[in-house]
């Protein structure tokens, strides 16, 4: 050990230029060359890619990389060759000679480290070439990428615990934000169940200042927030691609050098930008969360959210792009309404089973419980990782306190209605009921005769909306992911439900809450969302396993009048518009589950009639012959139609004993006939 540290440092000295580790790194870079497995979670600009270099330089053979971004490997590459290491990168940004040239180093064996993209490990031809190579070593960068539980699951990542298997050889794996359940996923994942050695080394960065603020006009926050940080590198996260372009456009009429980024964009053009970013000062990228991972720019003074991020682990991999070098930065992250929304439709849209949805929307809860806090922000934050921490003195609250108040009464109503309701309902709907609006749901269920019927009139719809959600940042009510976004209790309401515990929530959150309309046009009712969100994830796994648009399947327009209709029945899903009888056929029954929960088995010769007159005269003949079975008086022997005979009678509806005779023929004429033409007269008027 002596002999290897010596080596350690002076690597780290002669190639990297430090005189000294970082604290908890050298404890890594130990384990690591020893051949240990790893995992190590290290704050963003913890420096945890020293932490897989250097033992790469300790260790014979080759390193492999396994990480998910291009720019970063380029990045990592780049840095590693100017200090004198062999290193490269096999990704499909490359040019043929540099692929070439990577090709001959392996083959020499020269290279140290190789960088692979999680994707190459799906063809044959590079497991091939790395049980050839003399790799001694894998380190897995991102390594929360492996997850379900993750905040950005990549599923080729799935092919790296095969990998190691099959090149028998130690696995690292690093990354900077991993709760309880996604570390337990990249063990399962990464290292077959085996207790790799663990390195904690805390989530904390001093250094950022923390700030987040409702959205009011948020093209204009964003230009402030740049205008009072010019000339200082920065990136502005973005949720769409084409809010990056505009936003650019933007920043750059203001005077800002700014350019955007998004995976839309051609190879080329996002290799300018990713080399701009590193060369040239001052510059702003607005980007997709594609941008940035990993890339090693210390001076980054800000980061910018436009949109709410999708988690708090994402928000937090995203902040910790500022600040690398240790000193001060800035972030400032925007919400709203429209973006909650977004990102829950997202995640019930999702094809991820029930539990995990559950557990996906308890991380969007505590990602509104940091934008909603009551207190230190960084506090809020490590201990969502379970790290304690005292009041920072570096977020907009500390420098700011807000001004709170007892809202023990209003969530208790809030609780009581959900309750009440058997929490069936989602916001919009126990929002009427605490107002006291007689509305058609309410009217239809009898919930005007609740005790919480009309007890919230004190406040406003917008204000009990502002309630709800600091309920939700509280992780008070999640959104159930079976019951089309019911909000249902969670353990940590039944005390404040029972009165043994008492709540407070921000005052200027609910003051300020306006009955505005969404900035987004939204599609149906809020309260409709959640079932058209469920009913788009059941089109997409169906398009998928047809390998079809899912246009194909049903269009948006029908799905948006199945989740206002909701029918009931198959009968009532015929009469939804786009929907005609081969798709019912086809698909009826799995939109009708999603809807009811339930399903329907219906005749295949009686879903043809569904929708249709003949349909509702097909069920009454079918009742008919079943009072009839053994005859008028229960003793003769039993005699039925076939389906085929009974829809043929539902259709022609024949008019006199005759008719229904050569239809039925004698012998079932004589035993249905005339129950038969009682109910075509009956349908016929």
């Not at 091939?128 to 070593?137: D, F, I, K, N, W």
């Not at 997850?147 to 090149?167: C, E, K, N, V």
């Not at 009974?646 to 022609?652: F, H, I, P, R, S």
């Not at 006199?656 to 079932?668: N, S, W």
Request: net charge neutral; with cysteine; hydrophobic share 40%.
């Amino acid at each position: 050990m002596p002999r290897d540290r010596a080596l350690a440092d002076a690597l780290l000295q002669d190639v990297f230029g430090f005189d000294a580790f970082r604290p908890g790194q050298r404890e890594i870079v130990d384990a690591v060359a020893e051949g240990q497995n790893v995992l190590a979670i290290m704050p963003t600009g913890g420096g945890k890619s020293l932490c897989f270099q250097l033992p790469a330089l300790m260790r014979d053979g080759v390193t492999v990389v396994i990480s998910p971004l291009i720019a970063l490997m380029r990045d990592q590459v780049r840095g590693l060759r100017e200090a004198g290491v062999a290193a490269g990168a096999l990704t499909s940004g490359n040019t043929e000679e540099e692929t070439n040239a990577v090709w001959d180093m392996l083959q020499s064996r020269e290279l140290k480290l190789l960088y692979l993209a999680p994707e190459r490990l799906a063809s044959t031809g590079t497991q091939r070439m790395l049980s050839q190579a003399g790799v001694s070593l894998i380190a897995v960068d991102e390594a929360h990428c492996v997850s379900q539980w993750g905040h950005d699951f990549r599923p080729d990542y799935l092919r790296i615990g095969a990998l190691r298997r099959a090149l028998d050889v130690p696995l690292a794996a690093f990354t900077a934000t991993a709760d309880a359940e996604t570390q337990e996923e990249i063990v399962t994942r990464l290292f077959d169940g085996a207790m790799p050695q663990r390195f904690l080394r805390g989530f904390d960065r001093p250094n950022i200042h923390l700030a987040f603020q409702p959205k009011d006009g948020p093209r204009q926050q964003i230009l402030r927030f740049a205008a009072a940080r010019k000339g200082q590198s920065g990136i502005v996260y973005c949720g769409t691609r084409a809010k990056t372009e505009g936003l650019a456009a933007a920043l750059r009429e203001d005077g800002h050098a700014a350019c955007h980024y998004h995976g839309g964009m051609e190879a080329e053009d996002r290799r300018h930008v990713e080399r701009r970013f590193a060369t040239e000062d001052g510059l702003i990228v607005v980007a997709t969360v594609a941008f940035g991972m990993g890339v090693d720019k210390p001076d980054i003074r800000w980061v910018a959210h436009a949109d709410l991020p999708k988690s708090i682990e994402a928000y937090y991999q995203e902040i910790g792009r500022a600040g690398r070098d240790g000193a001060p930065a800035e972030t400032m992250t925007l919400y709203g309404p429209d973006d909650i929304r977004l990102r829950r439709s997202q995640i019930d849209e999702g094809l991820a089973p029930p539990e995990r949805r559950v557990a996906d929307h308890g991380r969007l809860n505590a990602l509104l419980g940091l934008a909603e806090a009551l207190g230190c922000r960084r506090q809020v934050l490590l201990g969502y990782f379970g790290e304690a921490a005292k009041p920072c003195g570096k977020c907009d609250l500390c420098d700011t306190p807000p001004d709170v108040f007892d809202g023990t009464e209003a969530v208790r109503k809030a609780l009581s209605a959900a309750l009440r309701t058997g929490e069936s309902f989602g916001a919009g709907h126990l929002i009427d009921i605490l107002l006291g609006n007689m509305t058609d749901k309410v009217g239809q269920r009898g919930h005007d005769s609740l005790p919480t019927f009309g007890v919230g009139k004190d406040l406003s719809k917008g204000q009990w909306r502002a309630v709800f959600r600091q309920m939700m940042g509280h992780d008070l009510m999640r959104p159930d992911a079976e019951r089309h976004g019911a909000l249902v209790m969670t353990e940590a309401a039944r005390p404040i439900l029972r009165g043994e515990a008492t709540i407070q929530l921000r005052r200027d959150a609910v003051v300020r809450a306006s009955e505005r309309r969404p900035a987004v046009k939204m599609l149906v009712s809020e309260e409709d969302a959640p079932l058209l969100s469920a009913l788009k994830a059941k089109r997409r796994a169906l398009a998928e396993a047809a390998r079809a648009p899912a246009y194909v399947i049903f269009p948006d327009r029908t799905l948006i009048e199945m989740a206002e209709k909701r029918p009931e029945s198959l009968d009532d899903m015929a009469r939804i518009n786009g929907v005609g009888a081969k798709k019912l056929e086809r698909y009826g029954a799995a939109f009708l589950e999603v809807i009811t929960g339930a399903t329907e088995e219906m005749h295949p010769t009686r879903r043809k009639l569904a929708g249709r007159a003949a349909g509702s005269l097909y069920d009454a003949l079918m009742q008919a012959q079943a009072d009839l079975l053994r005859g008028p008086h229960g003793t003769d022997k039993p005699m039925s139609c076939s389906a085929t005979l009974l829809a043929k009678v539902a259709q022609t509806r024949p008019s006199d004993p005759d008719a229904m005779a050569r239809v039925l023929g004698d012998r079932r004429a004589e035993r249905f006939g005339a129950a038969f033409l009682d109910l075509v007269t009956q349908a016929d008027d």
